[in-house]
């Protein structure tokens, strides 16, 4: 167990849905980033916050958006899905910005 | 230019030979240049991370090697196990920016 946890593990929806993906940090860390992994693919960064401001912006698609809680947790939520969205979903955290991240165990999303 | 490159896409090594994997940046701001280690099915998990101010950092069998004249670096595992099979990303920040990461090399180590 990294300390970093998603929930759900699975999720399979339609096109057009909406969906939340959640992320609770390690404990003490102030900065969340997510990312995007496709299949055969690297792992795109979308966003990133510190304790509760957005701090930066990746490739992150319009129809996809988040926010940091005041307890520092996230979520990420997608919209309008399309096929193309389906991925595994990974969330991290770090005491410090850009270092020494910890990444929980991702989210998979399957659209239909 | 934010963009780290990685090489090869795929490698495949015997068991007790060495997996090396490299990787080369463009962006002189970098100054964290960590290893991640990822099975199917599971999140990244580092595995060994080195700062500029040195070359060369060893943890059991794997090694960071770092040119910073050369804006490379690579990872190299010695006596390469069966168990070692996973797919290997390099990655780089500095500034307090977020991790920028290479695009991966699935490594499979034969029996």
């Known amino acids: 167990d990294s300390g970093v946890t998603q929930t759900p593990k699975h999720l399979i929806t339609a096109t057009g849905q909406r969906v939340t993906l959640r992320c609770s940090p390690r404990s003490g860390d102030l900065s969340v980033y997510w990312y995007q992994q496709s299949l055969d693919q690297g792992l795109q960064f979308l966003i990133q916050?510190?304790?509760?401001?957005?701090?930066a912006k990746g490739n992150i698609l319009e129809r996809f958006s988040a926010q940091q809680f005041p307890d520092l947790h996230s979520e990420l939520n997608l919209s309008s899905l399309e096929l193309g969205d389906s991925a595994l979903y990974f969330c991290a955290s770090s005491v410090s910005l850009g270092y020494g991240y910890t990444f929980g165990s991702g989210t998979r999303l399957t659209v239909v | 230019q934010q963009q780290v490159k990685q090489s090869p896409q795929s490698l495949i090594v015997q068991k007790g030979g060495i997996s090396i994997i490299n990787c080369a940046y463009e962006n002189t701001a970098f100054d964290y240049f960590p290893w991640y280690q990822q099975f199917p099915g599971k999140g990244p998990a580092l595995l060994i991370a080195?700062?500029?101010?040195?070359s060369e950092k060893k943890e059991g069998r794997f090694t960071i090697s770092f040119n910073k004249s050369a804006k490379q670096f690579s990872l190299h595992i010695m006596d390469s196990q069966p168990g070692d099979s996973a797919t290997y990303f390099c990655?780089?920040?500095?500034?307090?920016?977020?991790?920028?990461f290479g695009s991966g090399t699935q490594l499979t180590v034969l029996p």
């Open positions: 080195i700062r500029p101010d040195v």
């Open positions: 990655a780089a920040s500095g500034g307090n920016e977020q991790l920028t």
């Open positions: 916050y510190y304790n509760g401001e957005e701090r």
